[in-house]
Structures are given as C-alpha cells and as structure tokens.
C-alpha cells in the first residue's frame, strides 16, 4: 500500500496532493515497518496501522480522489458522446455498425475502417482524452479481426497493424488509473502485441510496468530481463529493473521479518 501511495502523485492530477504532508506520513510508516516494534507486532496490529495509515492518506489526497472520479464521469459521458456521434456518421455514409458488421470487405476497404479508427484513437490521446483512444483501438482492432483471405504480404500488414493497436492500448490503460482493472487490462494487451510478436521489447517493457504496480515484481523481472536480452541498448529498460531488484530485496526482507516473528 505504501508503494501504492507514493505512486500517487505520478499520476494524472497528482499535482493536487501535498507531497510535504503525504511522503512524511509514508516515510514514517515505512520506518515503523523495519522497527522493532514491527517485528513484536501481530495481525491485529497491523491491520490498526494499515487502516490509520489509509485514513491518514485519504485526508491528504481528498482534492486528488475528487479530481480523478470528476475526471472519470467527464470521459465516460464524452466516451458515449463519441460513440453517438460515430454510429450517426456511419448511419450517415452508409457503414454498418462495427460490432455488428458481417460484411465481407475488400481488403483495402477493411484495411481504411482500422487505420480510420487507428488516427482517430492517436489523436484522442495525444489530446490526454485516453477512454475514447483506447474504444478506437479496440474498435480498430475488432475491425483488424475481420479479414478474409489473406495474402502473405496482407497478413504481415495487418499483423503488423494490430501489435501497434495493441502496444497503444496497453498505453492507453496504463494511464486510465482509475479503473479499478487498469492494470490487468495493460497486461492484456501486452500479452496480445507478444502472441504476434514475442519479442517486442515495447510490450514487455509495458507489461513489467504494470506487473511493478501491481506488486508482482518477479514477473515484472522476468519481462525485463527479456527485454534487455532483445535489445541491450535500451537505456529505460535497465532503470526499470533496477527498481523492480529494489522492489524484491525489500519484499525479501519483509518477508523474512514477518517469519522470524511468527516462527522465532
């Protein structure tokens, strides 16, 4: 919960927690943690300083939580604003609705409904709007699942297409933070850009990220080291694991703290 915390004000609308009052509050729960005191506590101890520690914070980051549920309302209603406006253009020229389409396309009249849907998701999200980006991709890629008849060059294309889709989900709900699956739904995509290409370095870096937030730091090790096998060079991935190693000797000494005490 602490690294969670401290993740915080990385995120969209982290400006309006108060690091002076929120890091000296994890700083000192951290601390206590690695005490004595720590190591003759029991559950019920615990849970007290966890359940204080959430209170404590919560008081903090009343201005963040605001933000971000006024946030996520204003892209949910601007999300099925978009979606309305789509259907009425498509109803308008004539297409059929993506979710329901059955038709058998040409291949370059397909091919122009994904890349469509493709720019449309890019510029949603360089304008930070990242729930109507990450409905372009999945319709594009959902439109990318309807080719028929495939030449080898074609099925290269579109392959080549649908690990972008994928790679641009992923980051599309690695910013999404707050739904509640952000994090599983990242790695979902990353796992989709690895079955066509298993060794994209973009998708495991990705899938490591979201593996680290959610605290599951040897896979996130196992991704990273993947990755720096595949391309050396790469400055960020080497940075990332570092932090993760430090993530895991932390975790180890916990863990060994937490049986001494219950087996000593």
Known sequence: YILEARGL??????????????????????EWLYSDEADAADVA???????????????????????VQAARLAEEKALEASAE?????RAASGEADEDH???KLKYPDRLRLVLKNKEEGTELFQGGN????????????RHAAKFVDLSPDQRAEVNSTKL?????LAMCWLKITDADNYLEKAIQSCGD?????????????????ALELKKDFEAAKADLQAAAEIAPEDKAVPKLLARVEIQITRQLAKEKKMYSKMFG
């Open 193 to 209: 850009a690895l079955a066509i290409d298993d060794k994209s370095v973009k998708a495991l870096y990705r899938r490591a990220t």
């Open 45 to 67: 101890i615990f849970d007290a300083k966890l359940s204080d520690l959430r209170a404590e914070v919560a008081e903090v980051t009343t201005a963040f939580d605001e933000a």
């Open 130 to 141: 990242f729930r109507p980006a990450a409905a372009r991709y999945e319709h594009a890629l």
């Open 85 to 89: 406006q789509a259907a009425a253009e």
């Open 101 to 103: 389409d059955t038709r």
């Open 9 to 30: 004000r990385a995120r969209k609308h982290g400006e309006l927690i108060d690091g002076a009052r929120l890091e000296p509050l994890l700083d000192t729960a951290e």
């Open 164 to 168: 972008s889709l994928n790679l641009n």
